[in-house]
C-alpha cells in the first residue's frame, strides 16, 4: 500500500551556531525529537572533519579506503559534539539483526564493532551511531519506557523489514508500545533519485508499488508505511526529505560518488537523563532549533 511519505519538518542550516560550542561540527536535529530534554541525537553532515577528497571530510567510516587516523579524529569529534558519551558503531551488513546494546555479544573484546544494521538501547551515556550515504538512518524514540533505536535501511533493509523487525525487538526488551514511538527518517536517497533498474530481481514483488517513472522507486514512503505497519502512528513519523544524491554540497551520497565517505546520525539517552518520563501525547513536539545534540536552545 504505497502513501505518502511523513512531515519534512527538520530544523535547517543549524551551522553557523554549532562553532560556538565545544563541537566544532554541524548538524540538523528532528524538532519532534528536539522536544525531549533527556534526548539527543544529531544528524551530522560531510562538513566539518579531517578527511581529505573523495572523503572531505567528515568521514565516520573506517571500511571506505580513508586514511585511519582522520576516520578516529572524526569519530572523536562527534564523541564531543555527545558530550564524551559513549559512542557505539556497528558494522553494517544490509542485513537484519537486530542488536541490544550494551549486549552479551560483544563488542567483542578486541574492538571490533559488532555485526548488525539495527542498534537498541536503553542504557542512558549510550548513542548510537548508523553511518550512510544514500541509505536511511531511522531514529525511534520511545519516551513511556527511555529507549531509543537507529536503524540502518537501505534497499535491503526495506526489503526485509528491518524497521518492523527493530520496533518488535524493542518490545521485547524494553516493553514498547508501537503507538508510543516517534520515529524521524533522515537525509538519503530520494524517489527523484532511487533508479533500479534491475528491480524485477533485486526488489520484493510486494513493494513494486512503490515504483515511480524511470524505475524510481519511493523508499521514504516504503519506510513510513513500515513505520505505520508496525504500530507507530503517522502524526509521529518525520522524514528529513533531503536527497543525499542531489545535496552531495552537504552529504556523502555513494550512488552519486561510489568512493566516497558515509556521514553519521546519531542518537542516545543522556547520562543525566533525570526528570519525569512522558506520558503519550497525542501531538508531535513543537518544532525548535538546537545547538547540541538534541537539546532545546
Ligand atoms: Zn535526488
Same mark, same amino acid.
Given at each position: %500500500?504505497?502513501?505518502?511519505?511523513?512531515?519534512?519538518?527538520?530544523?535547517?542550516?543549524?551551522?553557523?551556531?554549532?562553532?560556538?560550542?565545544?563541537?566544532?561540527?554541524?548538524?540538523?536535529?528532528?524538532?519532534?525529537?528536539?522536544?525531549?530534554?533527556?534526548?539527543?541525537?544529531?544528524?551530522?553532515?560531510?562538513?566539518?572533519?579531517?578527511?581529505?577528497?573523495?572523503?572531505?571530510?567528515?568521514?565516520?567510516?573506517?571500511? +571506505?579506503?580513508?586514511?585511519?587516523?582522520?576516520?578516529?579524529?572524526?569519530?572523536?569529534?562527534?564523541? +564531543?559534539?555527545?558530550?564524551?558519551?559513549?559512542?557505539?558503531?556497528?558494522?553494517?551488513?544490509?542485513? $537484519?539483526?537486530? +542488536?541490544?546494546?550494551?549486549?552479551?555479544?560483544?563488542?567483542?573484546?578486541?574492538?571490533?564493532?559488532?555485526?548488525?544494521?539495527?542498534?537498541?538501547?536503553?542504557?542512558?551515556?549510550?548513542?548510537?551511531?548508523?553511518?550512510?550515504? $544514500?541509505?536511511?538512518?531511522?531514529?525511534?524514540?520511545?519516551?513511556?519506557?527511555?529507549?531509543?533505536?537507529?536503524?540502518?535501511?537501505?534497499?535491503?533493509?526495506?526489503?526485509?523489514?528491518? /524497521?518492523?523487525?527493530?520496533?518488535?525487538? %524493542?518490545?521485547?526488551?524494553?516493553?514498547?508500545?508501537?503507538?508510543?514511538?516517534?520515529?524521524?527518517?533522515?537525509?538519503?536517497?530520494?524517489?527523484?533519485?532511487?533508479?533500479?533498474?534491475?528491480? *524485477?530481481?533485486? /526488489?520484493?514483488?510486494?513493494?513494486?508499488?512503490?515504483?515511480?517513472?524511470?524505475?524510481?522507486? $519511493?523508499?521514504?514512503?516504503?519506510?513510513? $508505511?513500515? %513505520?505505520?505497519?508496525?504500530?507507530?502512528?503517522?502524526?509521529?513519523?518525520?522524514?528529513?526529505?533531503?536527497?543525499?544524491?542531489?545535496?552531495?554540497? *552537504?552529504?556523502?551520497?555513494? *550512488?552519486?560518488?561510489?568512493?566516497?565517505?558515509?556521514?553519521?546520525?546519531? /542518537?542516545?539517552?543522556? *547520562?543525566?537523563?533525570?526528570?519525569?518520563?512522558?506520558?503519550?501525547?497525542?501531538?508531535?513536539?513543537?518544532?525548535?532549533?538546537?545547538?547540541?545534540?538534541?537539546?532545546?536552545?
Amino acid at each position: %500500500m504505497k502513501s505518502t511519505a511523513g512531515n519534512t519538518a527538520l530544523t535547517r542550516e543549524s551551522e553557523p551556531d554549532i562553532g560556538q560550542h565545544a563541537c566544532s561540527v554541524t548538524f540538523d536535529v528532528f524538532p519532534h525529537l528536539a522536544g525531549f530534554p533527556e534526548l539527543q541525537h544529531a544528524v551530522f553532515t560531510r562538513k566539518g572533519g579531517n578527511s581529505t577528497a573523495p572523503f572531505d571530510s567528515l568521514n565516520v567510516s573506517f571500511g +571506505v579506503g580513508d586514511e585511519s587516523d582522520a576516520v578516529a579524529r572524526n569519530r572523536e569529534l562527534l564523541k +564531543v559534539c555527545f558530550g564524551n558519551a559513549k559512542l557505539v558503531y556497528c558494522r553494517q551488513v544490509h542485513g $537484519d539483526r537486530v +542488536v541490544r546494546v550494551p549486549s552479551a555479544a560483544g563488542p567483542t573484546g578486541d574492538g571490533r564493532p559488532t555485526v548488525g544494521d539495527a542498534l537498541i538501547t536503553d542504557a542512558p551515556g549510550t548513542v548510537l551511531v548508523i553511518q550512510v550515504a $544514500d541509505c536511511q538512518a531511522v531514529l525511534l524514540y520511545d519516551p513511556v519506557n527511555r529507549a531509543v533505536a537507529n536503524i540502518h535501511s537501505g534497499w535491503r533493509g526495506s526489503a526485509v523489514d528491518i /524497521i518492523g523487525r527493530t520496533v518488535a525487538a %524493542m518490545s521485547r526488551h524494553f516493553g514498547t508500545n508501537p503507538q508510543d514511538l516517534h520515529a524521524a527518517i533522515g537525509p538519503s536517497l530520494g524517489p527523484c533519485c532511487a533508479e533500479f533498474v534491475n528491480y *524485477r530481481t533485486e /526488489i520484493p514483488r510486494q513493494y513494486w508499488s512503490y515504483r515511480g517513472a524511470g524505475d524510481r522507486f $519511493d523508499f521514504w514512503s516504503l519506510s513510513c $508505511d513500515q %513505520m505505520r505497519a508496525a504500530g507507530i502512528p503517522t502524526q509521529r513519523i518525520q522524514t528529513d526529505g533531503r536527497c543525499t544524491r542531489c545535496r552531495t554540497d *552537504r552529504f556523502f551520497s555513494y *550512488r552519486a560518488a561510489k568512493t566516497t565517505g558515509r556521514f553519521a546520525v546519531a /542518537i542516545g539517552l543522556r *547520562r543525566n537523563g533525570s526528570g519525569r518520563r512522558h506520558r503519550p501525547v497525542a501531538s508531535a513536539h513543537a518544532g525548535r532549533r538546537s545547538r547540541q545534540p538534541g537539546r532545546g536552545s
